[in-house]
């Protein structure tokens, strides 16, 4: 879940801490191993299972759970958004104490979390089972073979939103390619100079964005497996990469798109203003631009993300989290039960997920459901956007991340800042980050590969 959003963190990103990787030496290669205590509902009464997230609406989830189980109740707690909920993680499994029995995991911050014996492996209690049920890009992130490290509940496939008064008014065509993107964004800034048709961000909340577009652009940058340790393959600067910099350094040198940061009022209002023409963002997208832009409501619609080479149909992610059972959680069958059902296949709960918290999900029996599907969105002027999320999301690719995935976004945003200020050439970037962070990785005890 990686968005400007304020009610979720998404791709906000900090500089990797020594807990990242602390005494990795001795746990690569146990990296998965740990477990905790089995325990059932005993005579005393239900398990509690206390549940750290900050999923919008979860109230109702947790309600809605608690109602239908009688044996297992959910002590959910609001433990920070995103880094913040993160920092605590890592010092309350450092301590030995004090962890949840389920925590919400970004995509990206499980295998940091994994590497570090955070996590169990709840093959063991049945979520295996679930493999079927979600679709494979997301499935491969939370395991490795049989081994199952999370349970996935949403995801983030991009598409790009377009103010249709402004493309209408300047004769505009909807891009279907990048090519197409380039000559339109050039169009728009001839016939208003203070208008783009979208805006690069500049900051470490843009980092999820980036990369996803250079999912689109075939870039996979880490192979990555916990049973691999402490081989892991890192490829920071491949063609994909090297590609969506070049495109997108071009488009900033000529001042043909903004580069204000995400999370600043001034790139809010540039989506309200009409100074941007285009948002390129994720399936979770409708929701955040219909409480950031409240008065531009009925003037966006919703058009595939452009593509490299033209008919084609390659895609990429922004965002998504988990349910994760951690290592000290004493009750691994109840929490593994937890993980699974409180989103899983609910009905109930993906009502609210989908009308009240804008969650996109990844169980393909809700995911490709006609209530999903062909639910219209009056913020778009009434129009089925997930007709063109869902396709996006069935033709994602998979992709791996890595377990020091904070200092390469860290690191990633600083070199991007140098570009777009002209300190460092944009053809130096990728080979750049991947000398800096393959660096990195090597003082950290990982084995790289290229």
């Known amino acids: 879940m990686s968005s400007p959003s304020p009610r979720r963190s998404r791709s906000f990103r900090r500089p990797a ?18 477990g905790g205590s089995e325990s059932g509902a005993g005579s005393s009464g239900p398990v509690h299972i206390k549940v750290w997230a900050w999923y919008p609406q979860f109230k109702p989830v947790v309600d809605e759970f608690n109602r239908t189980h009688k044996n297992i109740k959910v002590d959910w707690v609001q433990a920070g958004v995103g880094q913040d909920e993160y920092t605590k993680l890592k010092t309350a499994l450092k301590a030995g104490k004090g962890a949840p029995d389920v925590v919400m995991l970004e995509f990206q911050e499980l295998p940091t979390i994994q590497v570090s014996k955070g996590l169990l492996d709840i093959s ?89 577009l250079m999912w689109q652009a075939g870039s996979r940058p880490y192979t990555y497996a916990p049973s691999k340790l402490p081989n892991i393959g890192v490829r920071l600067n491949d063609p994909g990469a090297k590609k969506v910099y070049d495109y997108w350094g071009d488009l900033i040198k000529n001042k043909l798109v903004d580069t204000s940061s995400y999370a600043t009022t001034d790139f809010y209002n540039g989506l309200s203003s009409g100074k941007y023409a285009t948002y390129i963002a994720a399936g979770w997208g409708p929701g955040y631009l219909q409480s950031v832009a409240k008065k531009t409501a009925g003037k966006w619609r919703v058009a595939p993300l452009p593509q490299w080479t033209k008919g084609g149909n390659d895609q990429g992610d922004w965002g998504g989290s ?54 219209k969105y009056e913020f778009f002027g009434g129009q089925q956007v997930n007709k063109v999320f869902v396709p996006a999301a069935n033709n994602i690719g998979t992709f791996d991340w890595s377990p020091f995935q904070d200092y390469a976004y860290n690191t990633q945003t600083t070199l991007v800042g140098k570009a777009i200020e002209g300190r460092l050439p944009w053809s130096s970037v990728a080979d750049t980050l991947q000398q800096q962070v393959t660096s990195y990785a090597d003082k950290q005890g990982f084995k790289v590969n290229p």
């Not at 801490?17 to 740990?34: D, K, N, P, R």
């Not at 295996?128 to 499935?139: F, H, I, M, R, T």
């Not at 991009?158 to 909807?174: G, H, S, T």
């Open 17 to 34: 801490t020594a807990a990242a990787s602390a005494a990795l030496a001795g746990v690569l290669i146990a990296a998965c191993s740990a």
């Open 124 to 212: 063991k209690y049945g979520a295996n089972e679930d493999k079927g049920k979600y679709v494979d890009w997301a499935w491969k992130q939370v395991s490795d073979g049989d081994h199952v490290y999370a349970i996935p509940v949403d995801g983030g496939p991009m598409a790009m939103m377009y103010r249709e008064d402004i493309f209408k008014k300047y004769k505009l065509k909807v891009p279907t390619t990048w090519a197409e993107f380039k000559e339109e964004a050039a169009k728009l800034r001839k016939a208003d100079p203070k208008a783009y048709l979208t805006n690069f961000g500049s900051d470490e909340t843009a980092a999820g964005w980036l990369q996803g």
């Open 322 to 375: 988990t349910f994760a059972v951690t290592s000290q959680t004493k009750h691994p069958k109840e929490a593994t039960q937890v993980a699974r059902e409180i989103f899983g296949e609910s009905e109930a709960a993906w009502k609210v997920g989908i009308d009240q918290a804008y969650l996109f999900p990844t169980v393909k029996s809700v995911l490709n459901g006609p209530y999903f599907q062909n639910k």
